[in-house]
């Protein structure tokens, strides 16, 4: 059976759109910014006020491909860095690309953050604010359509989108928690054809913590979890436990609500982070792919600006 023409110029767009959210489970296909099983390794990625929080200058490359097996499936890739550039600020960045099929998101972040040292411990309490400056892209050129020349699927549409993001983030030697809000402009994004294609930007509100037990002399076990709700009436939660043996070789199973679990297996000394990690579907997305991938590699150079 053809396709309508209506039908047929909208449902390369829908399924397109629908990748750009990076996901579709039912309960969280409004979710805007993609999920990393291994966050838990690089704080920044989901909180600005994590920015700093170690004496060194951490410099992060991740890929991750999702939904594998599928054609034009989502992957996304960042660079980031952070560090402390006084004793109780930091400043940091992320350079990152979203592709899903026809649709590109690309863009920098900057992130500052200031550090309040909270009485006599170790304990420390830190406020961060990022900007971000991001470019939507859509080339409907390649868009598979029944009338390749219908001139509505000819050309490429961009948008360029400012954002801003805001968290807090109390942490000491062997536990954190911290509340981060991305997304506060809450944007609307129109891709213009025949038809207005918009997506709103809507806030994402984060709260994470973990604390990193001693398990005898070669062991740590770190709990952890990420809470995500989305203004959309949207939740999910991030559940998860990494043992570390000998601060060397770490293994770590996470679950995503009614999404996925995660497992995770990673090798670092002091100055170098590799990780793998793969998530198991468990919503209806399962049976129609291999799962989703991801690849961490971080290097950890000395501070150059605070000794």
């Given amino acids: 059976m053809k396709l309508t023409m209506k039908t047929h110029k909208i449902l390369p767009f829908v399924i397109a759109l629908i990748g750009l959210t990076g996901f579709m489970t039912q309960t ?45 499936s989502p992957s996304v890739q960042y660079l980031s860095a952070d560090m402390l550039v006084a004793k109780s600020m930091g400043v940091g960045a992320r350079l990152f690309n979203f592709q899903a099929g026809p649709l590109r998101k690309t863009g920098l972040e900057g992130s500052y953050s200031y550090h309040l040292s909270l009485g006599s411990s170790d304990t420390k309490l830190s406020f961060g604010l990022s900007l971000l400056l991001y470019q939507f892209f859509l080339d409907k050129a390649s868009l598979v359509v029944e009338d390749i020349d219908d001139e509505v699927f000819m050309g490429k549409e961009q948008m360029f989108v400012p954002d801003a993001g805001f968290g807090t983030y109390l942490y000491g030697s062997n536990y954190y928690v911290g509340i981060s809000v991305p997304q506060l402009f809450q944007r609307n994004i129109d891709l213009k054809s025949d038809i207005i294609l918009q997506q709103k930007q809507v806030r994402h509100y984060y709260l994470h913590g973990g604390y990193i037990f001693e398990a005898g002399s070669d062991f740590k076990i770190e709990p952890s979890v990420l809470l995500k709700f989305i203004e959309a009436g949207i939740f999910q939660a991030d559940i998860n436990a990494l043992v570390t043996y000998k601060d060397m070789i770490n293994f770590g199973v996470s679950y995503r609500t009614e999404d996925a679990i995660c497992f995770q297996l990673g090798y670092k000394n002091p100055d170098l982070f590799i990780g793998y990690a793969y998530d198991l579907p468990l919503s209806g997305m399962a049976g129609n792919t291999w799962g989703s991938h991801e690849i961490l590699f971080t290097y950890t150079f000395d501070n150059f600006i605070v000794k």
Avoid: E
Wanted: glycine share 4%.
């Fill in 28 to 72: 969280s296909n409004a979710q805007q910014i993609p999920n990393f099983s291994m966050y838990n390794m690089n704080h920044y990625l989901v909180n600005p006020a994590a920015t700093g929080t170690t004496d060194r200058l951490p410099v992060s490359l991740s890929y991750r491909k999702m939904w594998a097996g599928f054609d034009n």
